[in-house]
């Protein structure tokens, strides 16, 4: 089975933390990330913790939400269907089904939002596809470790890879590609100056959805400096 990385950004309420230690644990997972500022944890975190203070232990703090996501393999946002204009890309049937195409050296990131008010677009932006538990419309959110413990309950039925696994692509060598393609849509004229974003994370949405591996990347990025060699000329 795959790594799962489970990333908290700017959780506000410590027992909720602990909670998802404690779900995490129920399922087999261990790798918790608190990405941004939050709480003084302890002792409310323990408490809610009950027997997973070892993972609430170990977990990482990172500085930002890209931090948190570094060397993932795999990167889903999670969001609630309150609000939403456009579908989500996933649900945990099928977050479970890209988990079980990776390999056993492959990590997932699997990000959740503030309780109040989750992520903000930027950051959901930061990830290569969004999730949502489809929940019954006139009461769609979920507390924060309930909605943990539905996606970590998904993950631990994976089987693991029935075919060989690709070489996936992991956050840096992604954000690189997005970083230098944006450029060059500037250079030529395609995206507008003084709002690039507005146009691009429509482009971030489009490279999400592909589930672009490591080779494919690599390729692109052959292109763009191709063209941005042939621009120099």
Not at 32 to 53: C, N, R, T
Not at 97 to 106: I, K, M, Q, S, Y
Not at 151 to 171: E, I, K, V
Not at 192 to 214: F, K, M
């Amino acid at each position: 089975m795959a790594n799962l990385r489970v990333v908290l950004v700017e959780p506000q309420e410590a027992g909720n933390v602990g909670a998802v230690a404690r779900v995490m644990k129920n399922f087999g997972f261990s790798e918790l990330v608190i990405a941004g500022k939050h709480p003084q944890l302890l002792p409310v975190a323990g408490w809610w913790a009950s027997g997973s203070d070892d993972i609430l232990e170990s977990a990482r703090k990172a500085p930002t939400l890209s931090a948190a996501l570094a060397g993932a393999h795999l990167t889903v946002s999670t969001t609630s269907a309150r609000g939403r204009t456009s579908p989500a890309d996933l649900r945990p049937d099928a977050v479970r089904e890209r988990f079980d195409e990776l390999g056993a050296d492959d990590t997932m990131a699997l990000v959740f939002g503030r309780e109040d008010s989750g992520l903000t677009r930027r950051e959901a932006m930061l990830c290569q596809q969004t999730a949502v538990i489809p929940t019954a419309p006139g009461f769609p959110t979920m507390n924060l470790a309930q909605a943990a413990g539905v996606f970590c309950y998904q993950l631990s039925q994976a089987a693991g890879p029935l075919r060989p696994p690709r070489q996936r692509a992991d956050s840096a060598i992604l954000e690189r590609l997005h970083e230098r393609l944006q450029s060059l849509l500037l250079q030529i004229g395609y995206l507008h100056q003084n709002n690039p974003d507005r146009i691009y994370d429509d482009i971030r949405t489009i490279a999400g959805r592909a589930d672009l591996d490591h080779r494919e990347v690599t390729i692109l990025l052959g292109i763009v400096r191709q063209l941005e060699w042939r621009l120099r000329q």
